[in-house]
């Protein structure tokens, strides 16, 4: 398997943990206060990017989805509002973060729709060809092994399944990407320490992001690895992308 400059971008850099207990520890120091600071962090940007990745499976009409580091679930609780599956299954590694998304699944009374269990992208505990649907919201920058991620993912998918990944991405306009560079850089990290008391998760969203291989050389990636129909879509002046392939 191939090596990323982002597999061994780490949370904690004098951890000797691998990276993705790593992941786990620092979500579960942060989910108290993910969602509060991902809306104060995109303005509530990144709700409206969320919905615009899920309608690309609108035609596909899933009845089985994963929702791949499903988090506080709120990517399965929109692909329900969307699309209205049969069944969501979300997998996080982080435990905190699965305890809030469980919380708002029952307070929608939608336990029965959706299920959250803990979970790892790079072993996948489903039979091959089990669901229709596969999506990451702002996950796969944090997979220990990107490839085997992605290979898994196509694993777990059905012949004429889609996958939808949606990750933060590097504008490309130069003025804008200066603004992006210092608010990664700074705002976020700030914000981090502000609200979470945790300055090294907001450090490392920004480094993970500028080790991500993204646009072209993720869609290239995904064809590497068995996906096929594949296309990407910059959003709000590139600040992220959504990227879709087929089985």
């Given at each position: 398997m191939?090596?990323?400059?982002?597999?061994?971008?780490?949370?904690?850099?004098?951890?000797?943990?691998?990276?993705?207990?790593?992941?786990?520890?620092?979500?579960?120091?942060?989910?108290?206060?993910?969602?509060?600071?991902?809306?104060?962090?995109?303005?509530?940007?990144?709700?409206?990017?969320?919905?615009k990745?899920?309608a690309?499976?609108k035609?596909?009409?899933?009845?089985?989805?994963?929702?791949?580091?499903?988090?506080?679930?709120?990517?399965?609780?929109?692909?329900?509002?969307?699309?209205?599956?049969?069944?969501?299954?979300?997998?996080?590694?982080?435990?905190?973060?699965?305890?809030?998304?469980?919380?708002?699944?029952?307070?929608?009374?939608?336990?029965?729709?959706?299920?959250?269990?803990?979970?790892?992208?790079?072993?996948?505990?489903?039979?091959?060809?089990?669901?229709?649907?596969?999506?990451?919201?702002?996950?796969?920058?944090?997979?220990?092994?990107?490839?085997?991620?992605?290979?898994?993912?196509?694993?777990?998918?059905?012949?004429?399944?889609?996958?939808?990944?949606?990750?933060?991405?590097r504008?490309?306009?130069?003025?804008?990407?200066?603004?992006?560079?210092?608010?990664?850089?700074?705002?976020?990290?700030?914000?981090?320490?502000?609200?979470?008391?945790?300055?090294?998760?907001?450090?490392?969203?920004?480094?993970?992001?500028?080790?991500?291989?993204?646009?072209?050389?993720?869609?290239?990636?995904?064809?590497?690895?068995?996906?096929?129909?594949?296309?990407?879509?910059?959003?709000?002046?590139?600040?992220?992308?959504y990227?879709?392939?087929?089985?």
């Amino acid at each position: 398997m191939a090596k990323f400059a982002h597999d061994e971008i780490v949370p904690y850099q004098e951890s000797g943990m691998e990276k993705k207990k790593q992941v786990a520890k620092m979500f579960d120091s942060i989910a108290f206060r993910y969602d509060f600071i991902n809306r104060f962090l995109t303005a509530g940007v990144d709700v409206r990017w969320r919905k615009k990745a899920i309608a690309q499976l609108k035609e596909l009409h899933p009845q089985r989805v994963l929702d791949v580091a499903t988090g506080t679930a709120d990517v399965a609780l929109m692909t329900y509002d969307a699309l209205h599956p049969q069944k969501i299954i979300g997998i996080d590694i982080s435990n905190g973060m699965l305890e809030l998304g469980r919380k708002k699944i029952e307070k929608r009374n939608l336990q029965q729709q959706i299920e959250l269990q803990n979970g790892d992208s790079e072993t996948i505990n489903f039979a091959d060809n089990s669901f229709d649907a596969v999506t990451v919201a702002f996950g796969v920058r944090n997979f220990q092994n990107l490839e085997k991620g992605l290979g898994e993912m196509l694993r777990v998918l059905k012949p004429g399944g889609k996958i939808v990944i949606l990750e933060f991405s590097r504008p490309k306009q130069k003025i804008f990407k200066g603004l992006c560079n210092f608010y990664m850089k700074v705002v976020a990290p700030g914000a981090g320490r502000l609200f979470a008391d945790n300055k090294d998760a907001y450090a490392y969203l920004n480094n993970s992001v500028q080790a991500f291989p993204e646009r072209e050389q993720f869609t290239e990636l995904m064809k590497e690895t068995g996906y096929r129909d594949i296309y990407f879509k910059a959003l709000s002046l590139g600040i992220c992308c959504y990227y879709c392939g087929s089985k």
